[in-house]
């Protein structure tokens, strides 16, 4: 039986193209008068609070949002959610002391894997620039299916059409814009992103009454807001380790940190996108445990969308298009402009290439190449979901030697990529199977029977929790001496 829509394939395609070229007209508007590489990379470090921040949390939010937080919360319960709200925000908590670091240490910088690079060798370094493009590629893949997904669910309309339309549009503008063009942008829909965000809040809790509430949920799946509930807090965690480490590897935020004009805009703006983050996501969040409530056939992921869509209403249909393609255009355009910006910067050290080469014009041939891999992933419709756990962890691994390092003058470059290693071999022994019924130690090399059912039905946060915190007891081992290691 064919599936009902809840809009029409060509409505759907007009406002697709209306507001993608909208936001290109904008971007290149904007950016004409703003001409040069140190627009490009930092936006001449001349922005305002207002400017940066909504561009911080624009950036940090995207269309996964719409998704993740409420699949998350149907199993995880509260305490995905909190994790989930608080993992996304808190790395604008911890940049104000890094920030200032760095903006004090490198004045003229633009990107963390700078300091990395006059901090440790070579080997180090490239592996941190590549562990972060890594992670922004799967990031972009991941942004990009979920609006083709999304637009599919309301209309039909093929991912690979949605794809290529934001993929195009985006790049359109900022590869000529930059980082100017990317803050300009982020303005005009992180406001949109609320005012949407309002409307839903104010229709789902008129149309479902009641049952939008905590006593609904604390009725009909009462585990869901237990303190006894274990899954709750191994899933707050979880995803609280991952998403702010991911986060602190953001090269979008770290540009955001070097455009601001003075200190104190920085540390106002990463303190208000702080307190805008947590609610926007734990709303989200919180409609999934609603609506799973409701229906527990209801998919998890689109648990959102069954709640403002359930009367398949156009024009909440309407909304939620706009709702998605914002979120997820002002996030690709941070990606795309973050790449860059690390292989314009950082890429003559890492490189050995002709001297007369042009890193800007690389760096945009690079980009055209990773957009295209990542339009093919978007049009094939992949579960992501994955490979994101699989950035995530590479990110742990690093998290606390890179940022310990700031502050401790005495690590070596030896000891710190021993740690990191360490940490990555770690963590993928516990890292889960696709189907997170065994991983590479726990049911493969040893039978799941030697391990207790916390452990085996904990293998994601445990991954998480051991590459994390590996490293660190490695680098804090007294008497640890790396020449033994030889």
Same mark, same amino acid.
């Given at each position: 039986?064919?599936?009902?829509?809840?809009?029409?394939?060509?409505?759907?395609?007009?406002?697709? !193209?209306? !507001?993608?070229?909208?936001?290109?007209?904008?971007?290149?508007? @904007?950016?004409? @008068?703003? $001409?040069?590489? @140190?627009?490009?990379?930092?936006?001449?470090?001349? /922005?305002? +609070?207002?400017?940066?921040?909504?561009?911080?949390?624009?950036?940090? +939010?995207?269309?996964?949002?719409?998704?993740?937080?409420?699949?998350?919360?149907?199993?995880?319960?509260?305490?995905?959610?909190?994790?989930?709200?608080?993992?996304?925000?808190?790395p604008m908590f911890f940049l104000i002391y890094l920030g200032k670091k760095i903006r004090k240490d490198f004045p003229k910088g633009s990107s963390l894997i700078e300091f990395m690079r006059k901090k440790f060798g070579k080997s180090l370094f490239k592996l941190i620039l590549l562990m972060t493009i890594f992670y922004m590629f799967i990031f972009l893949c991941a942004e990009v299916t979920a609006v083709a997904v999304l637009i599919n669910y309301i209309s039909g309309t093929e991912l690979w059409i949605t794809a290529l /339309?934001?993929?195009?549009?985006?790049?359109?503008?900022?590869?000529?814009?930059?980082?100017?063009?990317?803050?300009?942008?982020?303005?005009? $829909?992180?406001?949109?992103?609320?005012?949407?965000?309002?409307?839903? %809040?104010?229709?789902?809790? *008129?149309?479902?009454?009641?049952? =939008?509430?905590?006593?609904?949920?604390?009725?009909?799946?009462?585990?869901?807001?237990?303190?006894?509930?274990?899954?709750?807090?191994?899933?707050?965690? &979880?995803?609280? /380790?991952?998403?702010?480490?991911?986060?602190?590897?953001?090269?979008? @935020?770290?540009?955001?940190?070097?455009?601001?004009?003075?200190?104190?805009?920085?540390?106002?703006? %990463?303190?208000?996108?702080?307190?805008?983050?947590?609610?926007?996501?734990?709303?989200?969040? =919180?409609?999934?445990?609603?609506?799973?409530?409701?229906?527990?056939?209801?998919?998890?992921?689109?648990?959102?969308? &069954?709640?403002?869509?359930?009367?398949?209403?156009?024009?909440?249909?309407?909304?939620?298009?706009?709702?998605?393609?914002?979120?997820?255009?002002?996030?690709?355009?941070?990606?795309?402009?973050?790449?860059?910006?690390?292989?314009?910067?950082?890429?003559?050290?890492?490189?050995?290439?002709?001297?007369?080469?042009?890193?800007?014009?690389?760096?945009?041939?690079?980009?055209?190449?990773?957009? #295209?891999?990542?339009?093919?992933?978007?049009?094939?419709?992949?579960?992501?979901?994955?490979?994101?756990?699989?950035?995530?962890?590479?990110?742990?691994? #690093?998290? %606390?030697?890179?940022?310990?390092?700031?502050?401790?003058?005495?690590?070596?470059?030896?000891?710190?990529?021993?740690?990191?290693?360490?940490?990555?071999?770690?963590?993928?022994?516990?890292?889960?199977?696709?189907? #997170? *019924?065994?991983?590479?130690?726990?049911?493969?090399?040893?039978?799941?029977?030697?391990?207790?059912?916390?452990?085996?039905?904990?293998?994601?946060?445990?991954?998480?929790? /051991?590459?994390?915190?590996?490293?660190? %007891?490695?680098?804090?081992?007294?008497?640890?001496?790396?020449?033994?290691?030889?």
């Open positions: 039986m064919d599936k009902t829509f809840f809009l029409s394939q060509s409505t759907s395609l007009t406002l697709i !193209i209306i !507001i993608s070229l909208v936001f290109v007209f904008l971007g290149l508007y @904007n950016s004409r @008068n703003y $001409q040069g590489l @140190n627009n490009y990379l930092t936006a001449n470090r001349k /922005i305002g +609070l207002f400017s940066l921040t909504t561009s911080l949390t624009a950036s940090a +939010l995207g269309a996964w949002i719409l998704f993740g937080p409420a699949s998350a919360a149907t199993w995880g319960g509260i305490g995905a959610i909190i994790g989930y709200s608080l993992g996304t925000a808190f /339309i934001v993929l195009m549009s985006t790049l359109a503008y900022t590869l000529y814009g930059g980082l100017r063009a990317s803050i300009f942008t982020d303005n005009i $829909q992180m406001v949109v992103i609320v005012v949407l965000l309002l409307i839903s %809040l104010a229709y789902i809790s *008129s149309f479902t009454g009641s049952e =939008f509430s905590f006593d609904f949920i604390k009725e009909k799946n009462p585990q869901l807001l237990s303190s006894s509930y274990v899954p709750s807090y191994t899933a707050g965690l &979880t995803f609280f /380790i991952a998403v702010a480490a991911t986060n602190l590897f953001h090269q979008g @935020n770290w540009q955001r940190v070097y455009a601001a004009k003075n200190f104190k805009t920085l540390s106002n703006s %990463l303190i208000i996108s702080f307190f805008i983050i947590i609610p926007i996501v734990f709303y989200m969040g =919180f409609s999934g445990m609603v609506a799973f409530s409701i229906d527990p056939t209801t998919r998890p992921d689109l648990g959102f969308f &069954t709640l403002l869509l359930k009367d398949q209403t156009e024009l909440l249909s309407v909304v939620v298009i706009i709702l998605g393609l914002a979120l997820t255009i002002s996030t690709v355009d941070t990606l795309v402009n973050a790449i860059s910006s690390l292989i314009i910067v950082d890429g003559k050290a890492t490189f050995n290439l002709d001297k007369k080469i042009n890193y800007l014009n690389l760096s945009k041939y690079v980009i055209l190449f990773l957009s #295209f891999i990542s339009f093919i992933v978007a049009s094939k419709g992949f579960d992501i979901l994955y490979l994101f756990l699989l950035a995530d962890l590479f990110c742990c691994a #690093f998290v %606390l030697t890179v940022f310990y390092s700031f502050y401790n003058k005495s690590i070596k470059e030896k000891n710190a990529y021993i740690s990191i290693i360490i940490g990555l071999i770690g963590g993928f022994l516990m890292f889960p199977a696709p189907d #997170f *019924s065994k991983s590479l130690l726990v049911g493969t090399l040893l039978p799941k029977e030697l391990f207790t059912p916390i452990v085996s039905q904990s293998l994601l946060f445990l991954s998480f929790v /051991i590459a994390t915190f590996l490293p660190l %007891l490695v680098l804090k081992l007294k008497g640890f001496n790396i020449s033994r290691l030889h």
